[in-house]
């Protein structure tokens, strides 16, 4: 942005004015579709996995009420659920979807171990009715987070968006307030491409989608908050101040064995 500053004034050129007219409005529409699709994509996942933690949750809660056996293990299933799926970032949920799924399993292989004693009514069907809703949630976020922007969508974004600022720069003055429109224009335009990124990603904030509530989840079941040194390092995640005491994650997302630290801050 700082060459509509300091570059000498290019030459006025006839037609300038109507191809910045018809790139800036076939970017505002294509743009705007992409976004809403998006946004709508970011709405339905948030809403997904808002209420998958919630029935998670539940489940834990029916166990204790069933028996304190059947309880531990579901305990100690989510706690290593959860842990996966902390490992990867939420755009790569396709690889979360791939190595939570014997997680699912164990659900289900806990619930045959039940024994006749342990399987009290309506709680025993409530779980049953719980793992069979998650399944089918985990499905839909699955095909949810893997609709992208091609590569030729986004080219399409960047060559409108490189016509645009050329010809802002071109049709700019000698005039200081031409020369800040130029930069703030452009700005706006880098600004807009960014967001697209960050929806995509499923990124809020700098920090992921819906982050609190899966910690909160390992709280509520008796664990440490759990966060992966990767995601700590580029800034995908952050531990909030008040939390004192936390598990570290220093193995490779995907890992057979959790190697994991616990961090006490003062």
């Known amino acids: 942005m700082a060459a509509a500053f300091f570059l000498p004034e290019p030459q006025h050129r006839e037609g300038f004015e109507l191809v910045l007219t018809i790139s800036t409005f076939l970017f505002a529409i294509i743009a705007g579709f992409f976004i809403s699709r998006l946004n709508s994509r970011f709405d339905a996942i948030r809403t997904i996995i808002g209420e998958g933690d919630g029935e998670f949750?539940?489940?834990?809660?029916?166990?204790q009420l069933m028996s304190p056996r059947f309880s531990k293990r579901i305990k100690s299933i989510l706690n290593d659920f959860y842990i996966v799926a902390y490992d990867f970032a939420l755009s790569d949920y396709d690889k979360t979807y791939k190595e939570s799924k014997i997680y699912y399993m164990k659900f289900w292989q806990e619930l045959k171990k039940l024994k006749k004693s342990e399987r009290i009514e309506p709680f025993h069907e409530k779980c049953v009715d719980i793992i069979v809703a998650s399944e089918k949630r985990r499905n839909v976020t699955s095909a949810l987070a893997a609709e992208r922007l091609t590569l030729g969508?986004?080219?399409?974004?960047?060559?409108?968006?490189?016509?645009?600022?050329?010809?802002?720069?071109?049709?700019?003055?000698?005039?200081?307030?031409?020369?800040?429109?130029?930069?703030?224009?452009?700005?706006?335009?880098?600004?807009?491409?960014?967001?697209?990124?960050d929806l995509q990603n499923?990124?809020?904030?700098?920090?992921?989608?819906?982050?609190?509530s899966g910690q909160e989840m390992f709280e509520d079941i008796g664990e440490l908050r759990y966060y992966q040194s990767r995601h700590l390092k580029t800034g995908l995640s952050s531990v909030p101040p008040h939390i004192k005491k936390f598990r570290l994650g220093l193995h490779e997302p995907g890992a057979k064995e959790f190697k994991i630290k616990i961090i006490t801050r003062e």
Do not use: D, H, N, P
Not at 57 to 63: D, G, R
Not at 160 to 184: D, M
Not at 202 to 212: F, H, K, P, W
């Open 57 to 63: 949750l539940t489940l834990y809660k029916l166990a």
């Open 153 to 197: 969508q986004w080219a399409v974004l960047i060559i409108l968006s490189v016509i645009i600022i050329f010809c802002i720069y071109s049709l700019k003055t000698e005039e200081l307030y031409s020369r800040f429109l130029a930069i703030l224009l452009s700005t706006v335009l880098m600004l807009v491409l960014l967001l697209m990124r």
């Open 202 to 212: 499923l990124v809020l904030g700098q920090t992921e989608l819906l982050e609190e």
